[in-house]
């Protein structure tokens, strides 16, 4: 029997405030650390944004922007979609303001962590984004891996881009990261994740399940869809054919490292002893920093 938590899928618009698609913070989420913020600038418009104690990262969705902070001017070239090209980007630490201008316009995401340790503020060069691709055949993908562990600017936050191509499998085998195990291994982290589809219509499933039966869930999930991962095993992520699936992650957990390590489920894991034999699926990477390739 299936059990499900409605407020662990929050479909397009439920967390919207204004100008902002998504507010996900950690008392939205029910959870301590991870949040995401999504938000539209009109061409010219500019935001003020105090930080307090939540660490951030400034994504281009759409659309360039430059963000100035104590002295600091990142001017950000972004990219017309998720699916064009990889974004450059920005870190914002705690305790500071910061202005973001959009000349054109677009849409910017902001991945969040409650954090204690003040770092400096960083500009991301989009070349400088390691893509890679993980999986092989039908779950093969790219992972735009901008600010997770190996980048080392930010406190708490991890996040990186996702993108599967029409057809394939992402977050598979199944994988957990809610215990502190070292012989795991496998660390704690709460997980947002964000959905886009490379047409209007597009959309794909998405299998979340805990291991106590607190919830088990399959889900359709639609340009603008969040889900939230407090603990349990989350995958596989499908892309329907014809539609190439983008998801953006935020984690942060309380781990003195900020590293990532999870769990494959057991009952799946052998599935990787075939990505050898099968090698990665020769359309990807679909993007890099240049553009479509």
Known sequence: MSHTNPDLYRPAGTDADGSDSVVITPEVAGWTYSGLRVFDLAPGESQTIATGTTEMAVLPLSGSCTVEIEGHRFDLEGRDSVFSRVSDFAYVPIDAEFRITSRAGGEFALPMAEAT???????????????????????????????????????????????????????????????????????????????????????????????????????????????????????????????????????????????WCASDDPGHAWIKDNWEELGPDPRLPLTTYEGVV
């Not at 930010?154 to 394939?168: F, H, M, Q, S, Y």
């Not at 982290?189 to 607190?214: H, I, N, P, T």
Request: charged residues 20%; hydrophobic residues 40%.
């Open 117 to 259: 340790r003040r770092m400096d503020p960083a500009y991301g060069p989009a070349e400088d984004v390691t893509v890679m691709v993980r999986g092989a055949g039908s779950t093969s993908r790219q992972i735009n891996d901008f600010l997770m562990a190996g980048v080392g600017m930010a406190d708490k936050l991890l996040a990186v881009e996702v993108i599967t191509p029409e057809g394939n499998f992402s977050s598979y085998p199944p994988h957990k990261h809610d215990v502190a195990d070292p012989e795991a291994p496998e660390v704690e982290l709460e997980e947002v994740y964000y959905f886009r589809f490379s047409k209007d219509d597009g959309y794909g499933f998405f299998r979340q399940w805990a291991a106590d039966g607190a919830f088990d869930m399959t889900m359709l999930v639609r340009n603008g869809d969040i889900v939230l991962c407090p603990k349990g095993y989350h995958g596989p992520t499908i892309a329907l054919p014809g539609y190439h699936m983008y998801f953006l992650n935020a984690m942060a957990g309380p781990g003195p490292e900020r590293i």
